[in-house]
């Protein structure tokens, strides 16, 4: 489940006088979650001598860290349509994940163009974990659960379409299963395991 709350957080690096007109004007500043990934998407709806957009990521929304930079799209010195851009977090955080937006000048002046954003990810008491990754057949898949009862194994491609599903009766506390991959084309895959109706993992393997 997504949860985004946003803070007002329109600030410059002391480069930019209070009323001066900042260089980008921004429609939108969202993001989600995508199975193992969080994926953060903003609109501009004008952009002055822009030159590329940093997303920083925050647990505790005081400190941040880059986690990605994106160049802008513009294909003039100004532009005044609506531009969209997208940016892959590839490890966020269970819980809380914070995010705001540096927009950088062509002069290498920087602005904070965004809000701040909450991408929450839900986690439950269940913990799993699968070996060997890579592996070339059986994948073996060790799970401490909460609850017991009807464990759906789903392995998905990176598009999400699905490529196997096992169902099995789980006890509560830990638990084996194997999955044989000897049909599986080389490539990344997403495991995901369901209870209850619910998604209580995802992770990424590997077949070589």
């Known amino acids: 489940m997504d949860k985004q709350t ?18 980008v004007n921004m ?8 199975i193992t990934e969080n994926i953060i998407n903003w609109t501009t709806t004008f952009e002055q001598n822009s030159d590329y ?6 647990n505790n929304g005081i400190e941040y860290t880059s986690v990605g930079k994106v160049n802008t799209k513009r294909e003039n010195d100004n532009s005044a349509s609506n531009i969209n851009y997208e940016c892959i977090d590839s490890k966020p955080y269970t819980g809380h994940n914070y995010y705001r937006l540096k927009q950088v000048d062509l002069d290498g002046r920087m602005n904070i163009e965004s809000q701040v954003i909450d991408v929450f990810r839900e986690n439950d008491k269940s913990t799993i974990h699968a070996y060997p990754i890579p592996t ?15 464990t759906n194994l789903i392995l998905t491609d990176l598009s999400g379409k699905l490529v196997k599903e096992l169902q099995t009766l789980c006890t509560k506390g830990f638990n084996v299963m194997d999955i044989d ?26 077949k070589n």
């Open 53 to 58: 957009f940093e997303v920083e990521h925050s």
């Open 6 to 23: 946003a803070f007002l957080t329109f600030t410059c690096n002391g480069k930019h006088t209070p009323n001066a007109a900042l260089p």
């Open 136 to 150: 070339n057949r059986i994948l073996h898949v060790e799970c401490a659960l909460e609850y017991e009862g009807a």
């Open 181 to 206: 991959l000897k049909d599986l084309k080389k490539g990344v895959y997403v495991l995901q395991i369901m209870q209850r109706h619910a998604l209580i993992s995802t992770q990424k393997i590997e």
């Open 27 to 34: 429609l939108s500043f969202t993001g989600k979650n995508n």
